[in-house]
């Protein structure tokens, strides 16, 4: 009855649960924006602190979360961290000053940080070689389609913006009975536990894989710079460009959907497909499609160029996301894993905020565009250098050697 194949699947189908709520909370303060600046008053200054807030709180979660994995377990952590931003979201609707919603957010943030490096562990963990980026795949899938749901809540219920927040909050602490019932702990992470511990240094950049976790360090960054990014600006960067807001709107929304086909074909291609074939094409085609955002004139050519850029940018994502745990040993791969979504964190603040300053600036959108393509080619040269060079003492899977 418990066998390898059904703990495979309980643990993809609840950590794809867990990730579309996740995309739910992530996404729940940019659709419910108009009713908390209505709410508290907010000017566009206290507007992007709400927003930074719950972006500032991934990067200890998502470092912290896989840390403390490696020593107590992934299913523990994550359940605690669900129950963290559940808890966190619930609040949210019923906060009563700026300051407590700050607060509120940065700890959301926290629970949803800490939750990302567990599911990419007990995913990876939960499956063999050849299925570990398919595994991955579907997981993180759940996520653009999280942000989908919580815009149409927000259609839903546009005169109570609490809803949104009442849905992101009741949602998880549903689940967490669920997980703690039904979730098994990942196999590979009961056979090590005895094991001695190491530093966090050692962690990361022990036998040998120092090279290995800047290289992941730098992909990390840059790619999720050019993500976030996009996900902030490119509606008023269409705006700058003379499209309308429906048409604005619409490539958003192609976006969208080309970023769930890309999270899903991602992790798959690398587990059917020649490696270093896959990781060319998925930043080749994605510095295309920024150049063809750039340079559209046109309402079909920009919808085209938005749909490729999301699927493009989340596969490259998802080809992270796949290629980091095998470079770890067991006893330390969520620290790993935790590490480099926390340095990409980084990058999902840096990247609205350099757009930001380069628009300021007077270099329109193809001066950002521009800005962007420099940090993508180092990016892909530094995933070639984490393919090239895998790491002593992790399993990898023939194909990605």
Known sequence: MDSPSRRSTLTIALCFIVALIE??????????????RQTFALDPRMMGWVFSAGIIGLLPGAFFGGWVADRIGRKKILIAAVLLFGLFSLSTAYVEQYTTLLLVRFMTGLGLGAALPNLI?????????????????????????????????????????????????????LVVPLMAWLLPESSAFRQQSSAARVSTGQALF???RARITLALWLSYFFTLTVMYMLLNWLPSLLL???????????????????????????????????????????YAGLLAALAGVGLSV?????AAAGFAAGLFV???????????????PTSV?????????????????????????????????????????????IAALAVLTVIARPAPGATLNRSQA
Request: proline share 4%; net charge neutral.
């Open 206 to 208: 022990g036998e040998g």
């Open 121 to 173: 562990a007990l995913c990876a963990e939960a499956v063999g070689e050849q299925r570990r980026g398919t595994a991955i795949s579907i997981m993180y899938s759940g996520v653009p389609l999280g942000g989908a749901l919580a815009a149409v809540v927000a259609m839903l219920y546009t005169e109570h913006w609490q809803a949104t927040f009442l849905f992101g909050g009741l949602a998880p602490l």
């Open 314 to 328: 989340m596969a490259a994502q998802l080809v992270l996301y796949a290629l980091a745990p095998p470079r770890y």
């Open 298 to 302: 046109g309402i079909v050519p920009m």
């Open 240 to 282: 700058e460009q003379g499209f309308s807001k429906p048409q604005a709107g619409m490539v958003q929304m192609l976006f969208n959907i080309g970023g769930t086909l890309g999270s899903l074909l991602g992790g798959v291609l690398l587990d059917r497909c020649n490696t270093l074939k896959v990781v060319l094409c998925v």
């Open 333 to 377: 791969r969520a620290t790993g894993v935790g590490a480099a979504v926390a340095i990409g964190r980084l990058g999902s603040v840096a990247g609205p905020l350099a757009a930001g300053q380069i628009l300021a600036a007077g270099a329109g959108t193809t001066g950002v565009l521009l800005a962007t393509s420099p940090g993508l080619v």
């Open 23 to 36: 995309g739910f909370d992530l996404q729940s303060a940019g659709t419910a924006a108009a009713g908390l």
